[in-house]
């Protein structure tokens, strides 16, 4: 079984970055495509991006195209999401996950789930 680690959260000034960070453990999770979600107070998780196991192909929310990038080392096993330009829309704890199903863009796709980790940005 798959477990999954976030770091990289904490507070940041509008207009700021962050760069999370998603480990594997105990094993690879090569062959499995990773995505980011994330849940603001009071809404529901939302899908942020994905990637596929290859590395090459992924997908954004169009709340976060083109502010976020979505990438991943297979030879240290993690996944990153850098955060560019944050906004205080984008505060919530963000997760990470793991599925099989390509181009997976609903959390009822992905099979693992990490704690996740908290992003809050000051106005």
């Known amino acids: 079984q798959v477990q999954l680690l976030e770091s990289g959260g904490g507070l940041v000034q509008a207009g700021g970055s962050l760069r999370l960070s998603c480990a594997a453990t105990?094993?690879?999770?090569?062959?499995?495509?990773m995505g980011w979600f994330r849940q603001a107070p009071g809404k529901e998780r939302e899908f942020v991006a994905y990637?596929?196991?290859?590395?090459?192909?992924?997908l954004y929310a169009d709340s976060v195209k083109g502010r976020f990038t979505i990438s991943r080392d297979t030879a240290k096993n993690t996944a990153s999401l850098q955060m560019n330009s944050l906004q205080p829309s984008d505060t919530a704890v963000y997760y990470c996950?793991?599925?099989?199903?390509?181009?997976?863009?609903?959390?009822?796709?992905?099979?693992?789930w990490g704690q996740g980790t908290q992003v809050i940005v000051s106005s």
């Open positions: 996950a793991a599925t099989t199903t390509d181009h997976a863009i609903v959390e009822d796709q992905y099979d693992y």
């Open positions: 105990p094993r690879t999770f090569n062959g499995y495509n």
């Open positions: 990637i596929m196991w290859t590395g090459v192909g992924s």
